[in-house]
T-cell receptor, first 115, second 113 residues
Framework: DAGVTQSPTHLIKTRGQHVTLRCSPI?????VSWYQQVLGQGPQFIFQ???????GRGNFPDRFSARQFPNYSSELNVNALLLGDSALYLC??????????????FGDGTRLSIL | GDSVTQMEGPVTLSEEAFLTINCTYT??????LFWYVQYPGEGLQLLLK?????DKGSNKGFEATYRKETTSFHLEKGSVQVSDSAVYFC????????????FGGGTRLMVKP
């Protein structure tokens, strides 16, 4: 089975631009989460979506937004890019069984560089 | 707010040496605790977890015990291999499955033959 897939793998943008990152969860997984991992640091939680609704939000500015589609894939959007947005953006999906979410499976990430 | 602190790396060991990576946490409630591993060029993988005080998580020879009295979750392995070279992240979550994780800064382990 395919794992969590993210696209693109690498992306270069300039300050002030907008970016959209995409994530396809493992088949059957309805929960998708996004994390930002700045070089040399641990990942930071940005959003969690389940059944197309936002279920959790980390401490990120309103420039960051996300959505989940009927096929459970997800997009992360970042507006007005800053140099500090340069990072690896990780997507994770999880399965819900018996009313409980199961452990997350992470994708390999999208490396975003801001010039 | 909640936070996780890990010992700074890199940790460099010879093959078959004993490994300890320290992790302490600050939490307002009673979280579940996790160790994730990130091999070069790959995504994060769950290594082990513990959901309540005094629980021991173990996997692939690694183990960690949830110590509420010292707010710690130190990772140990009795005999490391070159293939264990990776970055290790300690994390907490108020969900047993590990959603909406709060991660530490990571510790790079380098094992030499």
């Amino acid at each position: 089975d395919a794992g969590v897939t993210q696209s693109p793998t690498h992306l270069i943008k300039t300050r002030g631009q907008h970016v959209t990152l995409r994530c396809s969860p493992i088949s059957g997984h309805k929960s998708v989460s996004w994390y930002q991992q700045v070089l040399g640091q641990g990942p930071q939680f940005i959003f969690q979506y389940y059944e197309k609704e936002e279920r959790g939000r980390g401490n990120f500015p309103d420039r960051f937004s996300a959505r989940q589609f009927p096929n459970y894939s997800s997009e992360l959007n970042v507006n007005a890019l800053l140099l500090g947005d340069s990072a690896l953006y990780l997507c994770a999906s999880s399965l819900r069984t018996g009313g409980n979410l199961q452990p997350q499976h992470f994708g390999d990430g999208t490396r975003l560089s801001i010039l | 707010g909640d936070s996780v602190t890990q010992m700074e790396g890199p940790v460099t060991l010879s093959e078959e040496a004993f490994l300890t990576i320290n992790c302490t946490y600050t939490a307002t409630g009673y979280p579940s605790l996790f160790w994730y591993v990130q091999y070069p060029g790959e995504g994060l993988q769950l290594l082990l977890k513990a959901t309540k005080a005094d629980d021991k998580g173990s996997n692939k020879g690694f183990e960690a015990t949830y110590r509420k009295e010292t707010t710690s979750f130190h990772l140990e392995k009795g005999s490391v291999q070159v293939s264990d070279s990776a970055v290790y992240f300690c994390a907490l979550s108020y969900n047993n499955a590990g959603n909406m994780l709060t991660f530490g800064g990571g510790t790079r382990l380098m094992v030499k033959p």
